[in-house]
């Protein structure tokens, strides 16, 4: 599919009457995604969901192609999940963590990975080390060679793209000084990056990613994936708490476990969620993610540029390399009155508050901030409409 922004606009027309700038939060589904999950609701209305899935296996399948051709990967890497979280919680869980351990990761890691981190350290007494900034707002590569070279960490686990800032941090650049260290086990939260920018797995040399359905992606609610490695595959890693669809109960006191990533699945989940996104993950890969990525950095760019313009906004975002999420505010407004403007001008945005980048908004020296995060249906008409509003808040 050539990328036409009329096109690709009329494949969604929600976008159509309203300022949607909320794609870290929740996308707009293109009607082929939203079709897929109402029609087989539908059949499960019809014929009750075991029968429906049990005749499904051909298109289900096509789940794991798509995602994969997406992530650059095997089919058998892939696992489908409820959410981003399940997917990093079930990979950390699989590690076999000893007091003493470490954890190497990041400042601008994910508000509840810190905190599984932390939940870690209680129970197994493990130590963590969060690689610095650079001057420029960059996740500090020397640092981080510095850091695993000393503590020869278990686990590097980095953020691709963090939830409240727009800071794109180099997991490959992270993902070379880790392939130096056969026992490192390196998994990237990739939940703000796919379907936003190219995501490939296999250059990050990465052995776990996760990601979610519903944000750039544009997938349904309540669906992820968890991207494992071939290597993590050929080890009996497995999640700590495993069901009938991670394993198979053989003998009396013994399991089998998956040899693909179902090993990271649970025996439930939502089929139509899982066609919903196989649906997002095709939709991604005919428009093709280059083509995205390119219009996704144009479109940021001029974003910025404009908002840079107006007297009394101030933007958020550290770094040489920024993502399409944008973080915003204008002096001296307050949160209440802004909320008022933009929701009267139907623009739709998300607040990111301070419990979900600690250390970040501690640095920053605010407790909230405006997220903008336009995505490819957006247009620069669009932005400059935003930009109206804002100067005249
Ligand atoms: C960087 C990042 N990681 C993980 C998550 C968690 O995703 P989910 O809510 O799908 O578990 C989010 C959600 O905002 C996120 O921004």
Request: aromatic content about 12%; proline content about 3%.
């Amino acid at each position: 599919m050539a990328f036409d922004i009329n096109t690709i606009r009329s494949h969604t027309p929600a976008c159509q009457n309203k300022l949607f700038f909320n794609n870290a939060g929740s996308s707009l589904m293109p009607i082929s995604v939203s079709q897929v999950v109402h029609n087989y609701l539908k059949e499960e209305e019809e014929y009750g969901g075991y029968y429906v899935s049990d005749n499904s296996e051909e298109r289900l399948r096509g789940f794991y192609t798509e995602a994969a051709k997406l992530l650059h990967c095997q089919p058998h890497e892939i696992a489908y999940t409820h959410d981003a979280t399940e997917s990093f919680s079930r990979a950390l869980s699989s590690i076999p963590f000893e007091k003493g351990d470490c954890i190497v990761t990041s400042l601008l890691d994910y508000s509840s990975n810190q905190i599984q981190y932390l939940s870690l350290q209680k129970r197994f007494g493990i130590e963590i080390y969060r690689v610095g900034l650079t001057e420029t707002g960059d996740l500090n590569i020397q640092e981080a060679q510095e850091l695993i070279e000393k503590y020869r960490p278990k686990l590097v686990a980095i953020t691709h793209i963090p939830t409240n800032t727009g800071t794109v941090q180099d997991v490959y650049a992270i993902g070379d000084i880790c392939a130096q260290f056969d026992d490192l086990i390196y998994l990237v939260d990739a939940c703000q990056s796919v379907g936003m920018i190219d995501v490939d797995v296999k250059r990050m040399k990465c052995d776990f990613l996760s990601g979610t359905g519903r944000k750039f992606l544009r997938g349904p609610r309540g669906t992820g994936f968890l991207y494992v490695s071939e290597r993590i595959l050929n080890t009996k890693m497995s999640p700590l708490f495993i069901d009938g669809r991670s394993a198979v109960w053989s003998k009396e006191n013994e399991y089998q476990l998956a040899k693909s990533a179902k090993r990271f699945e649970t025996w439930e989940a939502s089929y139509a969620g899982k066609l919903g996104l196989k649906a997002a993950f095709t939709y991604a890969n005919e428009i093709g993610i280059t083509e995205i990525e390119n219009y996704n950095r144009e479109l940021s760019l001029y974003f910025r540029s404009r908002l840079h313009s107006i007297d009394a906004v101030e933007c958020f975002d550290r770094g040489s390399n920024l993502s399409n999420i944008i973080t915003i505010r204008k002096a001296p407004v307050s949160l209440k009155q802004m909320e008022k403007v933009l929701s009267d001008a139907s623009v739709f945005y998300s607040v990111s508050t301070v419990e979900w980048g600690l250390i970040d908004f501690n640095y920053k020296g605010v407790d909230w901030v405006v997220r903008l995060s336009p995505h490819y249906f957006n247009t620069k008409t669009e932005v400059e409409e935003l930009a109206q509003i804002l100067e005249r808040v």
